[in-house]
């Protein structure tokens, strides 16, 4: 992974050492001399590129013994960082590292991205304009550092800034993915090699950037352990992503309970490598999980027995009649629940069958109702109302952009519209014919 390394000098301060008895306690000293790196090209801008990571230095806080560290960066648009009250929230972002407990840590681009874009309003894939954004002008950081479990041992470094930062688009344009890795399938090494052997463990976004992840699988009986991985890169380290567990600590790991229930047990999930285990007595079936990665901190899995179906969606938008050229929003959701296409049981081929009248229909697809803009399953990216005709029946590839198909409806009745993700197409036919 290529870095941006716009704080190249990493300057360790000296950390003193509180002599004590091999029988007694560290005395532990409030923190000093914190100081988050000047970049030396602090004047010029910083090009983000998916993949890359931003490194940040920082010295190490003075606690007056040596002691494993937390750390993490916060940015914002403004002068000055405010804390959140009742009357008003924060008004910066708190980033953590791809590797924790380091002087010298990476951020993601798609992380730096996403927060700056946040400031503006673009939390999603079809939100973020066609065109792009301007550069982010005068970026500002601080780092904050903290001991786990200690009182006191907070402290934020100083602030620099960034004269500008250029951000990609950090919005996946399909649902994604997260992996089941334990026992139920033999500790499948959570890599690239593995990708398909693993996607039967995998549970999937319920849409577009909303990092909320189902699935259902079948788990052995007994004692079973198992983790979650967000990407296929290898192992990783503790207390970190890919991995998702219990407990950040490998070895570290919790029982977990798979009853039925109404209100099922909400289990902490955090970035790491510890992992659950089922019960001797489990005797094993299927099992559903969710996974709720949408705050920062506050992440659970639930975990409760039983196969779903489970229903994806995509969203017809164009000249339906009953719904013609209604914006793609959430507010509008009520007037998309019959012009939508399903995948039932996550084979990534959406369809659903609509009455039509003899009409000659305009329309593209939207992954998720989040607003006008670009949508990956349209005609093209010509511009100027260029539309596509479509022929009956003759699967027509899609691609980024907002043109349009056509499809010429010869005479009223019953026409199935079917997006496969997977062959990257699109059909329209008459009922009768499929």
Known sequence: MKKSYIFATLAVAAMGFTSCEADKEPVYSAPTEFVLNIPPMSDQTVYLQAGDAVNFTCTQPNYGVSLVTNYAIDVTLDEEFIEETEDQKANYVTLNPMVANQANFDISAEALSTALLGFIGIDSYASYPEEGVETFADVRFRAHAWLTGIEGSSIYSNTVTLAGVDVINPFPAEPRLVYLVGNPNGWLAPDKGNKDALAEWALEETGVGTDV??????????????????????WGSDNALPSIGPKG??????????????????????????????????????????????????????MVPGAVVKETYVYCVGSFPGCSWVEPSEGNASAYEDFRLVDRGGTGIYTQTFTLPQMELYFRVYPALTGWGATPYSAGNVGNDTNVPLTFGTPAPYSLGEDCWIASIPADGDYTITLDTKAGNITVAPAAAE
Not at 260 to 270: I, L, M, N, R, T
């Open 213 to 234: 992840y189902v699935g259902s699988m079948e788990i052995p009986a007994g004692e079973q352990y198992f983790r979650f991985y967000k990407e296929l890169k290898g």
């Open 249 to 302: 600590v490998d070895g570290e790991n919790e029982a977990c309970d798979i009853v039925a229930s109404d209100d099922p047990v909400k289990y902490k999930a955090v970035p790491g490598k510890g992992s659950w285990f089922t019960p001797a007595t489990w005797e094993g079936g299927a099992v559903t999980f969710t996974l709720d990665l949408t705050k920062e901190g506050e992440w659970w899995i639930t």
